[in-house]
Nanobody
Framework: QVQLVESGGGLVQAGGSLRLSCAAAGRTTSSYAMGWFRQVPGKEREFVAAITRSGGSTAYADSVKGRFTISRDNAKNTVYLQMNSLKPEDTGVYYC?????????????????WGQGTQVTVSS
C-alpha cells in the first residue's frame, strides 16, 4: 500500500511555471512506477507524464512534450512535475498515480494508487 499526496497547484498566468510534487507514504516510491494525469469537468482523466521506478525512462503526452518534465527523488519518496510555458488548456485537477512494475505506464487503468489531486488554473 502507498498513500499519495499532491501539492504545488495554484493559479498562474499563461506562460508561467508551476512545480507539482507528489509525496508518498507507506512503501518507498522506488518500488513504484509513477505517473501524472489531469482532468477537467466533463472530460475523462487524461495521461500527462510517466516515469519508471528508477527514473531512467519517461513518457509524455504530445500536448505537454517540451514544456513539462517529470522527475523523481527516491530518497525523498517524491515525484515532481515541472510545468513551463503553461497554457489555459493545461487547466485541470492534476493527479499523481503509482503502480508496481519496471516500465512506465500511460493508461489510466494500469495504475492502482491515486492521490486526491491538486488544482492547476492557467489564466489567459
Amino acid at each position: 500500500q502507498v498513500q499519495l499526496v499532491e501539492s504545488g497547484g495554484g493559479l498562474v498566468q499563461a506562460g508561467g511555471s508551476l512545480r507539482l510534487s507528489c509525496a508518498a507514504a507507506g512503501r518507498t516510491t522506488s518500488s513504484y512506477a509513477m505517473g501524472w494525469f489531469r482532468q477537467v469537468p466533463g472530460k475523462e482523466r487524461e495521461f500527462v507524464a510517466a516515469i519508471t521506478r528508477s527514473g531512467g525512462s519517461t513518457a509524455y503526452a504530445d500536448s505537454v512534450k517540451g514544456r513539462f518534465t517529470i522527475s523523481r527523488d527516491n530518497a525523498k519518496n517524491t515525484v515532481y512535475l515541472q510545468m513551463n510555458s503553461l497554457k489555459p488548456e493545461d487547466t485541470g485537477v492534476y493527479y499523481c498515480a503509482a503502480r508496481s512494475g519496471i516500465s512506465y505506464y500511460t493508461r489510466l487503468h494500469e495504475y492502482n494508487y491515486w492521490g486526491q489531486g491538486t488544482q492547476v488554473t492557467v489564466s489567459s
